[in-house]
């Protein structure tokens, strides 16, 4: 009987010590923990100071349009004569043919040159020279605002024109200037004269810078020619063929009722 209980206690401990056993089986040893590395503090780039932007000098103002025409202008030859002028060329396609037309007809006229034109066809001014026509200083490119203008950038465009003339043609003749669009100012008027010339208008315009039929421009030629008038027409700037189908028939008409002769 005494060997029951003996057993009990036995088989107890023997249950309480594999108890124990698996309860250290089952428990896993902590993971290491992982070192951690601080991300290094990125360097330090200093701020470019900002470079000075460059400084322009603002451009001048222009002075207002003017709204009369100011003294000092050409605007008749002097004589029952005619004047007629051509502007805005050389131009290689109808200079020549406008030099044909005079030369045919055994008349003299002005030919109003931009720089720029002359630069590139010289060739076309000593003609011009050649032939027995007057030139006159029509601007370096044709600036319409050029008397509004600083008198010394004045000064330097017509100037510089004047230049390429007498490269073109040495020793030749500038007796005139004519403001571009008719935009004169006193300004510009008083340069001129500083510089040698005169400034030359017109009275009579049929606007052939508009393309208009060649008969339109003879009609408005020949209805507002007077004894001493100057007329304007165009030799350069675009595509001048009604100007030109328009000259075979004002030429004969102006010769005719008053004689044509450049401005003296």
């Known amino acids: 009987m005494r060997s029951r209980p003996v057993l009990a206690v036995a088989l107890g401990l023997l249950l309480l010590v594999a108890g124990c056993g698996d309860q250290h089986r089952n428990v ?23 470079s ?70 010289p060739e076309l001014v000593a003609r011009i020279v050649r032939e027995g026509h007057q030139l006159c200083n029509h601007s370096w490119r044709h600036d319409v605002d050029l008397g509004r203008r600083p008198v010394a950038e004045i000064r330097a465009d017509l100037g510089r024109t004047n230049q390429a003339i007498t490269k073109a ?18 300004e510009v008027v008083e340069v001129a004269k500083q510089l040698g010339m005169r400034s030359l208008h017109w009275t009579v315009d049929p606007q052939d810078w508009a393309k208009p039929q060649a008969q339109v421009i ?11 008038a100057v007329v304007l027409m165009h030799d350069g700037g675009g595509d001048r063929s009604r100007t030109l189908g328009a000259v075979p028939h004002v030429i004969p008409d102006l010769k005719r009722r008053f004689g044509i002769a450049p401005p003296r």
């Open 169 to 186: 043609v040495p020793g030749a003749k500038v007796p005139f200037y004519r403001q571009p669009g008719g935009r004169w100012t006193p």
């Open 28 to 50: 896993r040893p902590a993971a290491a923990p992982t070192p951690t590395t601080a991300a290094p503090e990125p360097a330090h780039t200093p701020t470019p100071s900002p």
């Open 52 to 121: 000075p932007s460059p400084t322009s000098k603002p451009k001048p103002r222009l002075r207002p349009k003017p709204k009369t025409l100011p003294a000092g202008l050409r605007r008749a030859t002097g004589v029952r004569a005619v004047a007629l002028t051509f502007d805005d060329g050389p131009d290689p396609t109808w200079t020549p043919k406008v030099l044909d037309q005079l030369r045919a007809n055994k008349v003299k006229a002005t030919f109003c040159v931009v720089g720029t034109q002359v630069r590139k066809h």
């Open 218 to 228: 003879t009609r408005r030629v020949e209805g507002a020619a007077r004894p001493g």
